[in-house]
């Protein structure tokens, strides 16, 4: 189901496990760019203090970078079967947190886009 929802929706960054992914409607790939990775903590801190103004920079950052990671020519077929094949490797502790981390997405992209 997740999987589902995740292909519906923009591209964002997700963290699993030790490891960061675009994944969204259009992408599913990893990131290992510092700065990007950064900003997940980042926005992560924030939300957790409700400090929306700086919530919502690293949002809009985190969406940004989702958007210059896209790879043209897009291939909606792969994107889901990478991304199923992805889902399907989590762990049980993964997934809830992937789960979390969209809840999250979620409630925030009416509020900062």
Known sequence: ???EQ???????LYQLGNA??????WICRECTEVAAT???TMYNMCRKGHEEPDTAVY?????????????APCNPAKTKADMTALVDSL????????????QHFEEDYPKYC
């Open 1 to 3: 189901m997740i999987t």
């Open 6 to 12: 995740l292909l519906k929706s923009p591209g964002f």
């Open 20 to 25: 960061y992914y675009y994944l969204g409607k």
């Open 38 to 40: 950064d900003c997940v």
């Open 59 to 71: 949002f809009s950052k985190l969406r940004a970078y989702s958007d210059f990671a896209l790879e």
């Open 91 to 102: 762990s049980d502790t993964e997934l809830a947190s992937l789960k979390t981390q969209y």
